[in-house]
Nanobody
Framework: QVQLVESGGGLVQAGGSLRLSCAASGRTFSIYTMGWFRQAPGKEREFVAA????????YYADSVKGRFTISGDNAKNMVYLQMNSLKPEDTAVYYC?????????????????WGQGTQVTVSS
C-alpha cells in the first residue's frame, strides 16, 4: 500500500496561483501512474491531471489544460500540481492518487491509493 499526504491548499483570488504537493510513502515501487482529482460539494469526483511516475506522458482534463501542470520528483517521492489562472469553478477538495496501472488514468477506480484531500477555494 502507498500512503499519500497532500498539502498546499488554501484560499486564493481568481487569477491567482497555488501549488499542491503530495508526499508518497510505503510501496512506492508499485506506482506506475500518479494523478490528481477534485470533488466539489454536491458533485462527483472528477479527473484533473495524471502523469507517469517515471516521467514523460501527462494527461489533463480539458477544463484545466493550459492552466495546471502535474509534475513529480521520484527521488523525493513527491507529486505536485501547479495551478495558475485559478477560477472560482476550480474550488474543490483536491486529492492525489496513485495506480499500478498504465491505462484508464482518467478513471478513479484505476487508482488504489488516495490522500485525505486538501481544500482549494477560489474567490471571485
Amino acid at each position: 500500500q502507498v500512503q499519500l499526504v497532500e498539502s498546499g491548499g488554501g484560499l486564493v483570488q481568481a487569477g491567482g496561483s497555488l501549488r499542491l504537493s503530495c508526499a508518497a510513502s510505503g510501496r512506492t515501487f508499485s506506482i506506475y501512474t500518479m494523478g490528481w482529482f477534485r470533488q466539489a460539494p454536491g458533485k462527483e469526483r472528477e479527473f484533473v491531471a495524471a502523469s507517469r511516475w517515471s516521467g514523460g506522458s501527462t494527461y489533463y482534463a480539458d477544463s484545466v489544460k493550459g492552466r495546471f501542470t502535474i509534475s513529480g520528483d521520484n527521488a523525493k517521492n513527491m507529486v505536485y500540481l501547479q495551478m495558475n489562472s485559478l477560477k472560482p469553478e476550480d474550488t474543490a477538495v483536491y486529492y492525489c492518487a496513485t495506480s499500478p496501472r498504465r491505462t484508464g488514468v482518467t478513471e478513479p477506480y484505476v487508482y488504489d491509493s488516495w490522500g485525505q484531500g486538501t481544500q482549494v477555494t477560489v474567490s471571485s
